[in-house]
């Protein structure tokens, strides 16, 4: 299977502009010095002496022009070796503007207990309602605020329901074929935010094809995801819509570990052993390092129907020890079902149904080897916070001009995560989102979105997004 | 251009969109569902308390403060009621002291109250007390013509007897002997008598509206605008409602809240509800105090240890005592999340529970029979 990370942004683009120009190598044979003036004629006739010089004069010349025309075709090729190393830097920007109604958060405390029954000995402030996630404004679905969350650390945007200008992403994307089969990426994002700018590795890994027949492609390092298809066009040069959807903090981590990807005819398998689980880092902090003697294994296992210029229907799972704790028996599992229609007159659809749960462990529990948690006499998932969920989404769009793709999705998320009494969330949040993709030149995008939330079953509350991005690559 | 034009037309939308989204607050501060909770605290949201014997209340504020109903001072020094082994010198209005909403202030910085004795924890309120279902700091008494027994059998507060109550209903008291119905005149008998009368004149011990019941009836200048910020703490990330709520701002549980068996007079342990309950979970927890008036209570916590309110937000705000309790800590008492305007504006709003003081009928010393 074709990897459609950022390999590919690089490996099908145009030249770049960016990397310095390389110095050109020595030719093989030096140019001879020009030879001198032929002498000026004494006599109109030439004599067969002074015939015979001049042709060996101009045999000479023409021996020259040979060699440099040697010489022009030794620096074409150095010049076309020397192409790849102008290209495998890609820089993209990404800057926005975004505006989500009441505070920036997408969830509220349980003010009073008065929606959330059967938690009382969880502080209200602590049980919070809604999605923490579901006020994203950019690609990377960072929230607008975290509001009450307690379960996301950082408050990266903070923008406490102010309209703001973003710079969401700096990224360098980089992309090498070193030779026999074996080739390097990387992403590196540069995050401008307020009190503390961000440095995020995304990807590392080294990829290796070791057969010229067979589409398999083995990767190691810090990987993408092999779970449902959001994670391939996650980035924002490649995303389509401004946000991800709801699932994608399930779907789209980038854990290290090693992967392999085949494809054979229709048939596309992928499947990848990891330190942890496949969630987005900025939902779950991973241990990226060794946290577990067993690793999280995912499959991902994809048919292409005949449809339009391909229906891809698939079927992914992982399981492993659960992340957040040491005691391997502690696992979480994970399932999911995706599809993506391709182009049918204009058309493309993606949907994908996740569930999944994180087993959770409390305290008490036979986890005396978790040196890095504190014992605690009680709290229910309290050593390793408990988490169910369900989520899907379905996102259609259609390319109206080449210019212009309009786009809808709607997104559900059911889950419930708590962790001791630290937190609980309730979520049964519905989402509804419409936006257009513009693609203003063969390096510029546009994308404007707004999305309509929903809390089910709770009070609503404002925190609806507007949400903008353009984007602008060198590739 | 089509591309540019088509953005500018949806970011125009979405603004409008966005902006019809905006939250409204209620008086600019609250979200609607704080609001609707905050007004889960109004005082007049209470139903006016049965007053079963009421024909003894008068009589009930007279012995309220006749000091004849206690027995021997076992405790002598500064402040004593009395010397050493005399009897008839402490009466209930010696710790709950009408002039100073009912509670005992002596005891700062002594912490405990002192009765016939040093008691082993401090005066606790009794204005609206006829609201509670438990009473006293371990909820030893579920009716409030039960309490009276708490201090009888107390060494430290009345030192007294059914037997010695009784003398005085029925030497002092001829009205109360009659007030409910015929009696065979037994001791029991008139001390329940004598109960009964001081239940009624501690029903009448309520206390109207506070600003904070104005403010949230619609009278936006009643409180200060640090206090409505300290509202909003209160019901947030300070955490108090999760113990104070309601009308009286208890939910009249008991909680181990780590305050530590501190003070000249405070018994090294306490067993607190377990001694009532004998649930080991009850180990070391109080019940939770109304917080009316409270900012008039001082001083605080069953130790009376704390001076202020200032002093009890503190200990909160990092997550009371480390040491020093009995029995475990509840879990949620952890630092909070809360700054040095969170904790100033707490204590502004605690400001605001101050209700109209008690009629000076009901805390003027009656003369006695």
């Known amino acids: 299977m074709r990897r459609l990370g950022i390999l590919t942004i690089v490996a099908t683009s145009g030249v770049a502009h960016a990397w310095p120009e390389p110095a050109p190598e020595p030719t093989a044979v030096a140019p001879e010095p020009a030879p001198e003036p ?237 330190n942890g689980d496949n969630f987005n880092e900025r939902f779950e902090i991973d241990e990226q390092t060794g946290y577990h003697l067993v690793p999280t294994a995912a499959a991902h296992l994809q048919w292409i129907l005949p449809v339009g210029q391909g229906l891809e229907v698939g079927v992914s799972g992982a399981a492993g020890p659960q992340d957040g704790q040491s005691a391997s028996h502690v696992h979480q599992w994970h399932y999911g079902f995706d599809l993506r229609l391709r182009d049918l007159r204009g058309v493309d659809v993606y949907a994908e149904f996740v569930q999944g749960k994180q087993q959770g462990s409390s305290a008490g529990a036979a986890h005396a080897a978790d040196a890095m948690m504190v014992p605690s006499p009680v709290a229910h998932c309290g050593i390793a916070q408990c988490l169910t969920y369900k989520a899907a989404y379905v996102l259609a769009s259609k390319r109206v001009r080449p210019w212009l793709t309009p786009y809808a999705r709607v997104d559900w998320r059911g889950a419930r995560h708590q962790r001791g009494l630290d937190f609980l969330y309730v979520t049964r949040a519905l989402r509804a989102t419409a936006g257009v993709h513009l693609v203003m030149t063969s390096r510029m995008i546009a994308k404007v979105e707004y999305t309509a939330n929903v809390e089910l079953g709770t009070p609503q509350f404002p925190n609806n997004v507007l949400t903008t991005s353009v984007v602008v690559s060198t590739d | 251009m089509l591309a540019w034009r088509g953005v500018r037309g ?239 701002l208890t939910d009249e549980c008991f909680y181990n809240t780590g305050v530590p068996q501190r003070g000249l007079h405070v018994p090294a342990t306490d067993p607190g509800r377990f001694g009532v309950s004998q649930d080991a979970r009850d180990l070391g927890a109080f019940r939770t105090p109304m917080l009316r008036q409270i900012a008039e209570t001082g001083p605080y916590m069953h130790t009376g240890e704390l001076a202020t309110l200032a002093d009890v937000i503190d200990f909160y705000r990092w997550g009371g005592s480390p040491s020093g309790f009995s029995g475990t800590k509840d879990q949620r008492l952890i630092p909070l999340e809360i700054d040095d305007d969170d904790a100033s504006a707490l204590d502004a709003f605690l400001h605001t529970l101050t209700g109209e003081p008690i009629a000076a009928a009901l805390t003027t010393r009656p003369i006695l029979p």
């Open chain 1, 38 to 274: 032929a002498p000026e004629p004494v006599d109109p006739i030439p004599t067969p002496a002074e015939l015979a010089a001049r042709i060996d004069a101009l045999e000479q010349r023409a021996g020259n022009a040979e060699l440099v025309e040697q010489n022009v075709e030794t620096l074409a090729e150095t010049v076309h070796t020397l192409v790849p190393l102008r290209r495998f830097l890609t820089i993209y920007i990404d800057v926005g503007w975004f505006h989500v109604g009441g505070n920036g958060a997408g969830v509220r405390s349980d003010v009073g207990h008065r929606n959330i029954r059967d938690f009382d000995d969880i502080p209200a402030d602590w049980v919070l309602v809604g999605d923490p996630l579901s006020t994203a404004i950019n690609s990377r679905g960072e929230p607008a605020d975290i509001g009450a969350a307690r379960a996301i650390a950082t408050d990266t945007v903070n923008s406490d329901g102010n309209p703001s200008f973003i710079v969401n992403a700096l990224g360098l994307a980089i992309g090498r074929t070193i030779g026999r089969g074996i080739s390097i990426a990387g992403l590196v994002e540069f995050l401008p935010r307020p009190g503390a700018d961000l440095t995020e590795v995304g990807l590392a890994h080294i990829d290796y094809r070791p057969s010229r027949t067979l589409d398999l492609v083995l990767s190691a390092g810090k990987i993408d995801s092999v779970l449902g298809v959001e994670y391939r066009a996650q980035d924002a040069p490649r995303r389509l819509t401004v946000t991800p959807s709801l699932l994608c903090r399930y779907t789209c981590g980038r854990p290290f570990g090693v992967q392999g990807r085949l494809t054979r005819g229709r048939l596309l398998a992928a499947l990848s052993l990891t």
């Open chain 2, 10 to 248: 949806l970011v125009l939308l979405g603004v409008c969109g966005v902006a019809a989204c905006a939250e409204p607050l209620v008086d600019g501060t609250f979200t609607q569902a704080e609001w609707d909770f905050a007004q889960s605290f109004r005082i007049d949201r209470l139903a006016t308390p049965e007053c079963r014997f009421c024909v003894s209340a008068d009589a009930g504020q007279q012995l309220f403060f006749d000091p004849r109903l206690s027995g021997e001072i076992i405790a002598d020094g500064e402040g004593a009621l009395g010397a050493l082994g005399e009897s008839g010198k402490v009466a209930c209005a010696s710790c709950h002291d009408p002039q100073r909403w009912f509670v005992d202030q002596r005891s700062k910085p002594n912490g405990s109250s002192l009765g016939t004795g040093w008691t082993k924890r401090n005066t606790i309120g009794i204005v609206n007390s006829a609201y509670l279902t438990a009473f006293t700091w371990d909820g030893a008494a579920s009716r409030l013509e039960d309490v009276l027994e708490i201090p009888v059998t107390s060494p430290a507060a009345l030192h007294s007897s059914h037997a010695i109550i009784a003398s005085v209903v029925r030497t002092h008291y001829a009205g109360l002997v009659t007030a409910f119905g015929p009696t065979t005149g037994s001791d029991d008998e008139l001390y329940q008598r004598a109960a009964r009368a001081l239940a009624a004149y501690q029903t009448q011990l309520r206390t109207g509206p506070a600003p904070l019941d104005r403010y949230l009836a619609g009278d936006y200048t009643a409180i200060p605008d640090e206090a409505k910020r300290g509202l909003q703490v209160f019901i947030g990330r300070g955490l108090c409602s999760e113990c104070h709520n309601g009308p009286l």
